[in-house]
């Protein structure tokens, strides 16, 4: 069993940013990639950021790639997603997730976090 909580979330201007963190409680952490996922009001959830366990392979989706960078601690059980050059359109609720059933970028994973509002005003 694993169970995510993550946090970081909050209110900013364009071009600033936040970093957010998902704490991971549960063996399977430090052996299972997880992901961060975004979902804004009236559409479907999208794939931001992938990791594998060992933190060797990482994984940015088109629409945060060159501004955000996904890393974890293991030590610290804990995933982070730190966000730069934030947008107007990157306000949505970004959600951590563990243990991918199929594709990393696919939202099937077996264990979601409850998510974090983000939200960028211009």
């Known amino acids: 069993q694993v169970q995510l909580v993550e946090s970081g979330g909050g209110s900013v201007q364009a071009g600033g940013s936040l970093r957010l963190s998902c704490a991971a409680s549960g063996r399977a952490f430090i052996t299972t990639t997880m992901g961060w996922f975004r979902q804004a009001p009236g559409k479907e959830r999208e794939f931001v950021a992938a990791?594998?366990?060992?933190?060797?392979?990482?994984y940015i989706g088109d629409s945060a790639e060159g501004r955000f960078t996904i890393f974890r601690e293991n030590a610290k059980n804990t995933l982070y997603l730190q966000m730069n050059s934030l947008k107007p359109e990157d306000t949505a609720a970004y959600y951590c997730?563990?243990?991918?059933?199929?594709?990393?970028?696919?939202?099937?994973?077996?264990?979601w976090g409850q998510g974090t509002q983000v939200t960028v005003s211009s």
């Open positions: 997730a563990a243990v991918p059933r199929s594709d990393y970028k696919s939202p099937v994973y077996d264990y």
């Open positions: 990791i594998r366990w060992s933190g060797a392979n990482k």
